[in-house]
């Protein structure tokens, strides 16, 4: 915890300094990778290792895509710097789930599955940032970019849904069940489908599309953690 | 023939698309609060969805109603823009480009079929069961008994590892031996059996059987979508450079 809790530190001076954003990245894979041993296992189960995930990939997806701005590079950078923190403060504070995986978990489907999904959220999140900065500068290579963020979390995210099929015929014999978490998944998938549609339309172009890729991730943080900790499903924590 | 004309443009019509996705949308928003606190869904995966849906009163389904007539009109969009796309941009120069979204939209639509083909014939038993438990197969002749439990548990009690062997017989005669476990279920001509849940002390399990016609066929959309989307963002990516 101790490492994490560097992460953390890390993270705030990135406010300061942006080599500390590298700095908490790294501590916060080391951290990950020392649970991982700890284990035997992809720490990846209940809140403490999930958000801790996300924060890392945030951090980790939003470094290319800030290096390819200009004029909002700094406070890109502190944007996702602030918001990875928070994460991480939340993951300091909740739960480690440290019981040996029960024998339906200890799957490749399982672990694909989880980690695309975390990834993809990562990618939404990053698109999040970057159409803030769209609404205030109108700038394409900012609409662009989101553009490329959420096509590519959207890719990750429909395999995550897939390889989730997948292992929910294996483990339960049917590949979809229709329980809070996978209806708030078809939320989200079906909001970013509209998303990708709706920037053929001129109308949408700009701002629209800034504020859609903001709202995105509010559902799909809602689908993570909202649905885990409020409702039950097969996918509570 | 105007009529026709009105309805082929409904249907190839992106502002379509986005009002249709926009609807299903609201429809699964609408079901996000109307499903946890509704005990109709329970029985929800015991049966195929449409002849559950039949039995529930409206205020509880009419959100699934509208999902599946709204993507009703999807999938005939979805058709129509894709087989328009194709045969009006055909020489274009870069094809691949113009392909791959309609790859994904192939991919979108079996998944569809796989979802409607559930929704006509899927259906879930389970039943409690021990070793030596004998129980016939809905529908059928056969009769399928476990033969053995084996639980394994760590020194703190948590069950390790864990398999079940069972055999299916007709008429007193053995036709397969199959061994359950932890994600490996037993296939049965299309039907799944897996096992849900089990007891360490005393050695018990809870059988789950499961039909799912439109596993396949999601399976199949799955993995087109896929090769439709990394396409198209390795030919973007290549465009951009």
Known sequence: MTILALSFASYLFALWKRPFLYLGLVLQIGYIVSRGVELGRLPLVGPHDTITFLAASIAAFAIPFGFTLKEERDRFFSLISASVAIFTVFALTSKQINSPLPPILKTFWFECHVVLAFMSYALFGVAAALGYFSIKNRDPVLDALQYRAVLIGYCLFTLSMIFGGIWAYLAWGTYWVWTPKELWTSISWTFYSFYLHARLRQWWMGRPMAYLGIIGFVIVLFTYLGVSLLMKSSHSF | ?241
């Open chain 2, 1 to 241: 023939m105007i009529l026709l004309k009105q309805i082929n443009k409904f249907f190839l019509s992106m502002r379509t698309t986005l009002w249709s996705l926009g609807l299903v949308l609201i429809m699964f928003l609408a079901g996000a609060f109307i499903m946890p606190g509704n005990t109709a869904f329970k029985a929800l995966h015991h049966m195929p969805l449409l002849e559950w849906i039949n039995k529930q009163p409206l205020n509880v389904t009419w959100w699934l109603w509208g999902t599946i007539i709204i993507l009703a009109v999807v999938a005939v969009n979805t058709l129509f823009c894709s087989v328009e796309s194709i045969v009006k941009k055909r020489k274009v120069t870069q094809w691949l480009l113009l392909i791959s979204p309609q790859i994904i939209h192939v991919g979108f639509l079996f998944i569809l079929l796989a979802h409607f083909l559930s929704a006509l014939g899927a259906y879930q038993e389970v039943a409690a069961a021990r070793e030596g438990s004998r129980m016939k197969l809905t529908g059928s002749n056969t009769v399928l008994q476990i033969k053995d439990i084996n639980i394994r548990v760590d020194y703190y009690g948590y069950i390790k590892d864990w398999q079940v062997v069972i055999e299916y017989s007709e008429g007193g005669k053995t036709i397969q031996k199959d061994i359950i476990r932890p994600n490996q279920p037993s296939i049965f001509r299309g039907l799944n059996v897996n096992v849900k849940n089990l007891k360490a002390y005393p050695e018990e399990i809870l059988l789950q059987l499961n039909r799912e016609p439109g596993a396949t066929w999601a399976l199949v959309g799955g993995i087109v979508f896929m090769i439709g989307i990394v396409t198209l963002i390795i030919l973007k990516i290549r465009l951009e450079k």
